[in-house]
């Protein structure tokens, strides 16, 4: 049961770890751990919205705005999937 648990943990990491690099064309395998706002220079309004729109996509699910807005970081989506369930 926790090694289910723990797979399916891992693999929407993953997930969420290629929706970054894609919608911020960084090529595969870069750490996206400690991407930010602040510290990716393609990631303007039109990535974050794109980032949005992959992750509703992706993970099955609607980021009202006010999430939408809190995600400013890859740990701060974790965040708000988490908060999700997912």
């Given at each position: 049961m926790v090694e289910g648990r723990l797979r399916k943990f891992y693999e929407?990491?993953?997930?969420?770890?290629?929706?970054?690099?894609?919608?911020?064309?960084?090529?595969?395998?870069a750490d996206v751990s400690n991407l930010r706002q602040?510290?990716?220079p393609k990631w303007d309004s039109l990535a974050h919205v794109?980032?949005?729109?992959?992750?509703?996509?992706?993970?099955?699910?609607?980021?009202?705005a006010a999430d939408a807005l809190r995600i400013t970081s890859f740990?701060?989506?974790?965040?708000?999937?988490?908060?999700?369930?997912?």
């Open positions: 929407e990491v993953v997930l969420l770890e290629q929706i970054f690099r894609a919608v911020f064309e960084m090529p595969d395998g602040v510290n990716a794109s980032l949005i729109a992959a992750i509703e996509s992706e993970f099955g699910t609607t980021i009202d740990r701060a989506a974790q965040a708000v999937l988490d908060e999700r369930g997912l």
